[in-house]
């Protein structure tokens, strides 16, 4: 299996960026397609974006396309998200998910194995 930490969440002012990192231990990391969700308070968790194990192939939601990138370093064992124009609607906890497909890269909760515990993510207006 694999263990998955995220970090970089924080507060930021509406237009502003950050980057969330993933950082990845047991199994190799290139094992598995990786992706990002977020949860907001009373809502579901909702897909952000996924990458497939060889971080040839991406995958975004509608509302976060153009706005953020995902990516990955297998050397590193790492993942990244990288969100640009931030808006208040994107606060929510991020969290970083590993699944076990590798070819392509998977948008839905149940279709990954691994979660981390999450991180803060707030944009104040």
């Known amino acids: 299996q694999v263990q998955l930490v995220e970090s970089g969440g924080g507060l930021v002012q509406a237009g502003g960026s950050l980057r969330l990192s993933c950082a990845a231990s047991g199994r190799p990391f290139s094992n598995y397609a990786m992706g990002w969700f977020r949860q907001a308070p009373g809502k579901e968790r909702e897909f952000v974006a996924s990458i497939n194990s060889y971080g040839t192939s991406s995958y975004y939601a509608d509302s976060v396309k153009g706005r953020f990138t995902i990516s990955r370093d297998n050397v590193k064992n790492m993942g990244y998200l990288q969100m640009n124009s931030l808006k208040p609607e994107d606060t929510a906890v991020y969290y970083c998910?590993?699944?076990?497909?590798?070819?392509?890269?998977?948008?839905?909760?149940?279709?990954?194995?691994?979660w981390g515990q999450g991180t803060q993510v707030t944009v104040s207006s």
């Open positions: 998910a590993a699944s076990t497909a590798r070819l392509g890269a998977p948008t839905e909760v149940y279709e990954f194995r691994y």
